[in-house]
């Protein structure tokens, strides 16, 4: 019987795959400035990302692609120091960049590459996720296939692809053997592995993903005997891992199962509730349910965190008080549920018409069978139901975050109305929501994600010997996070008409200078190229009109 249920999960996972097959890899870069001997960044604000509030001005020295010098040059208001100024020599770079403001790279810990049903080629993900300043992602499952994910991380890693540093975590039980592919029939023709079923199958396949190169491991359920040994193996060579607590398992594996045995970190909100259960061990499933009608699926989802222990209750408090003894990351993906608790604002985000492909606005139309896309019959009563959901999972991640905990920052884009790079910023906005000073919305993005990946000492802070990883732009935004959007803010100009502001300007990846709003005019001619060649119009859901 377990071995039977174990196939049914992998299968389950596995019909995902249509979605997911190999895009398009990025093509040769032919954007960014750099990098330098020496490039020197004058005049900025910094917000390190460390937790510590803006100074400046300041001057960062950059030598290639580290982080050589960072100098306090005067104070607000007067003119800058010049004699406290790092010298420039003849063949130095120098951006002059008074007034801007200069925090480290983002990082996306939820950051899927897109898929063909998608429609989504690299590159269009890439400088998506570039123009947001989105330095460094962490791909959960490696769904276009492990090599192919290794070979866009080595060439990011030379910086050959405009793209962000790439972090592959393979999906448990995934064929390792996948070769990139060009054909469509080759990927059709790929020969399948066999479910795992035994502790040893775990083990085994735990150790051959390391020796493939990655990066580690994204679970969504098995059997606990079979998930005992994969995670304790992962952990054992030193492999981070991360899981999406399936409904299909979490009755008998949930979130605290998971952290005792030695994950690293949980995405989403999956099997927190089910450890949180007081007066019943199962979900009060509504009795004509099936995990296959995605509707079901996340309807019932909405009503999950009311049957959870009370918020500052004994048990939520011991639940959580192991959870960070364990030191467990919490990646909430505030963002993708989103449209669930208001349809109408994801579905007609403004970037649509601009930014969003054909084929991948197809793809987020009502379906029985596109993943994310289960808008059969959606309610207002569902989206109260999901209002209240948040509400109460936002309290407890905002209290984990106030007691120590590490909360990051992940997006999940490319389902449910989700466009990369846009939807990042929202999850900052969502964070804000649910009680985080934007301050440590900006750590949650930034030094805690890199803490996640054990990448602290090079990424996450902008420090003296870190890689020169930068999100610059001109407005301040602790005070707007809106700011962020490549569409910008609005704002009001001296003659009562409205403006936009805002918007990365720079990005600044491994010490080389990116224009983040020319990156965005990349995507646009993109879409407009995939416009041309197709439907130009992306029609509301049953209506004529876009």
Do not use: C
Request: zero cysteines; a negative charge.
């Amino acid at each position: 019987m377990k071995k039977n249920f174990t196939l049914l999960i992998l299968l389950a996972f596995w019909t995902l795959l249509p979605a997911f097959a190999q895009i398009q890899p990025a093509p040769d870069r032919a954007e960014g400035d750099g990098q330098y001997g020496r490039l020197i960044l004058r005049g900025v604000i910094l917000i390190d990302g460390t937790g510590a509030p803006p100074i400046g001005p300041v001057d960062i020295v950059v030598e290639k692609n580290k982080i050589a010098q960072i100098q306090v040059v005067g104070y607000p208001g007067l003119p800058i120091s010049e004699s406290r100024r790092p010298k420039a020599g003849p063949d130095d770079k120098v951006y002059e960049l008074e007034g801007h403001y200069l925090l480290p790279g983002f990082i996306d810990s939820h950051g899927h590459i897109g898929g063909e049903g998608q429609g989504t080629p690299a590159e269009y993900v890439f400088k998506l996720w570039m123009a947001h300043g989105i330095t460094t992602v962490k791909d959960p499952s490696a769904s276009n296939g492990l090599n192919w994910v290794l070979d866009q991380k080595k060439r990011s890693a030379a910086n050959e692809i405009t793209a962000p540093r790439l972090f592959a975590y393979t999906a448990f039980g995934a064929d390792l053997e996948r070769k990139i592919v060009k054909e469509e029939e080759d990927l059709r023709e790929k020969k399948e592995r066999a479910p795992i079923t035994t502790p040893e199958q775990a083990k085994a396949w735990v150790n051959e993903n390391k020796a493939k190169g990655a990066d580690g491991i994204k679970f969504f359920g098995a059997n606990p005997e079979v998930m005992q040994a994969a995670i304790s193996e992962n952990k054992r060579i030193g492999l981070r891992s991360l899981m999406h607590h399936q409904q299909l398992d979490v009755a008998r594996w949930n979130v605290l199962n998971s952290a005792r045995a030695g994950l690293t970190a949980m995405e989403h909100w999956y099997g927190l509730p089910e450890a949180l259960f007081e007066d019943r061990t199962i979900q009060d499933f509504r009795l004509d349910y099936n995990y296959q009608n995605e509707q079901h699926r996340f309807g019932e989802a909405g009503k999950l965190w009311k049957q959870a222990a009370a918020p500052y209750s004994v048990h939520w408090n011991k639940v959580m008080n192991e959870l960070l003894e364990l030191d467990f990351t919490l990646d909430p993906t505030f963002n993708i549920y989103e449209a669930n608790r208001d349809l109408m604002r994801a579905r007609t985000a403004e970037w649509h018409q601009v930014y969003t492909l054909p084929s991948l606005w197809k793809y987020y139309q009502p379906s029985r069978q596109s993943h994310g896309s289960y808008w059969f019959d959606w309610t207002t009563e569902e989206e109260i139901q999901w209002k209240e959901n948040y509400r109460l999972w936002m309290t407890f991640v905002n209290e984990y975050k106030n007691r120590g905990g590490r909360v990051t920052a992940g997006s999940d884009s490319g389902f449910i109305y989700q466009l990369y790079g846009f939807a990042y910023i929202r999850e900052l906005e969502l964070l804000r929501e649910a009680g985080f000073h934007p301050l440590e919305v900006i750590r949650a993005a930034t030094y805690y994600g890199a803490e996640s990946l054990g990448m602290e000492k090079l990424i996450g802070s902008v420090e003296v010997g870190k890689l020169a990883d930068f999100v610059i732009l001109e407005e301040n935004p602790l005070q707007n996070l809106k700011v962020l959007y490549g569409t910008g803010a609005i704002r009001l100009d001296e003659n009562n008409q409205p403006i936009r502001v805002g918007g990365v300007k720079y990005t600044v990846k491994d010490g080389i200078v990116y224009d983040a709003k020319k990156l965005l005019e990349d995507v646009k001619a993109i879409v407009d190229k995939a416009k041309a060649e197709g439907d130009s119009k992306l029609k509301q859901p049953g209506l004529d009109w876009e």
